[in-house]
C-alpha cells in the first residue's frame, strides 16, 4: 500500500511538473511571438520612413545625371563653334523661349536651325517649332527630332528625341494610328526609361496612365 502511495505520489508531481513546464513554454512563445509582431511593425514604420528618402534620392540621382548629359552635350558644341557664335545661337534660342508662338520667336528658331544645324541648343529649338505646326508639318519636325537631334538635350533634363518620340506617339494615339503611337512608347520604355518631361516625371508613368 505504502508502495503505491510512493507511486502516485511521484506520478502526481510528474503531472504537475509537466504542465507548470508546459505553461511557461506557452507563456514564452505567447512572450516571443509579442515581440515578433511589435518588431514587424517597428520594421514597416521605418519602411515607409525610408521608402520616400530613396524615391527622392532616385530622383537626385536622375537629375544629376541627365543634367551631366545636358553639360556634355554643351561642352561639346565649344569645340566646334566660338563662343561669339555660341552666344548668337543662345541669343536668337532665347528670343523663342521668351516670345512663345509669336511670329518673331519662330523666325528666330528658324534662322537658328539654318546657321547652326549641328548645336545641343538647335535640337531644343526644332523641337519648339514641331510643337507649333500641325499636320504633317508637325509630324516632319518630330521625325527630325529623332533622327537628327536624339541625344540633345533640355537644361532640364529632358531629352529631345525620346521627348519628340512621346508627342509623335501622342499624335498618332489621337489620329486613331494606335498601333504606330504603341511602336513608340514602347521603345521609350525599352530604350529610355529614365527619360523624364519638363516636369521631371518620367515619361514611363505617363505612357501606363495612357493605356489605362
Known amino acids: ?6 507511486v502516485v505520489i511521484i506520478l502526481s508531481g510528474i503531472v504537475v511538473s509537466s504542465s507548470l513546464f ?19 511593425k517597428q520594421v514597416q514604420e521605418i519602411s515607409r520612413l525610408v521608402e520616400p528618402l530613396k524615391a527622392q534620392q532616385a530622383v537626385e540621382n536622375r537629375r544629376k545625371t541627365l543634367r551631366d548629359k545636358f553639360e556634355n552635350q554643351m561642352s561639346r558644341d565649344q569645340a566646334k563653334y566660338t563662343p561669339e557664335q555660341l552666344r548668337e545661337a543662345e541669343k536668337l534660342y532665347q528670343v523663342a523661349n521668351q516670345k512663345w508662338g509669336s511670329a518673331e520667336a519662330n523666325e528666330s528658331l528658324q534662322a537658328m536651325i539654318k546657321q547652326y ?20 508639318v508637325r509630324v516632319k519636325y518630330l ?4 533622327d537628327k537631334y536624339n541625344d540633345c538635350f533640355y537644361g532640364d533634363g529632358v531629352q ?3 521627348y519628340a518620340r512621346f508627342l509623335l506617339a501622342d499624335y498618332f494615339k489621337a489620329k486613331g494610328q494606335q498601333k504606330d503611337a504603341d511602336q513608340l512608347f514602347n521603345e521609350i520604355k525599352a530604350k529610355y526609361s529614365d527619360a523624364v518631361d519638363h516636369s521631371g516625371r518620367l515619361l514611363v508613368e505617363s505612357i501606363k496612365e495612357r493605356a489605362r
Open 1 to 6: 500500500m505504502k508502495n503505491t502511495i510512493a
Open 160 to 162: 529631345v528625341g525620346v
Open 117 to 136: 544645324p549641328d548645336i545641343n541648343r538647335t535640337g531644343c529649338a526644332v523641337l519648339y517649332v514641331a510643337q507649333r505646326s500641325e499636320g504633317a
Open 143 to 146: 521625325r527630325d527630332c529623332i
Open 22 to 40: 508546459a505553461q511557461s513554454n506557452s507563456d514564452e512563445v505567447r512572450q516571443l511571438t509579442q515581440r515578433v509582431a511589435e518588431l514587424e
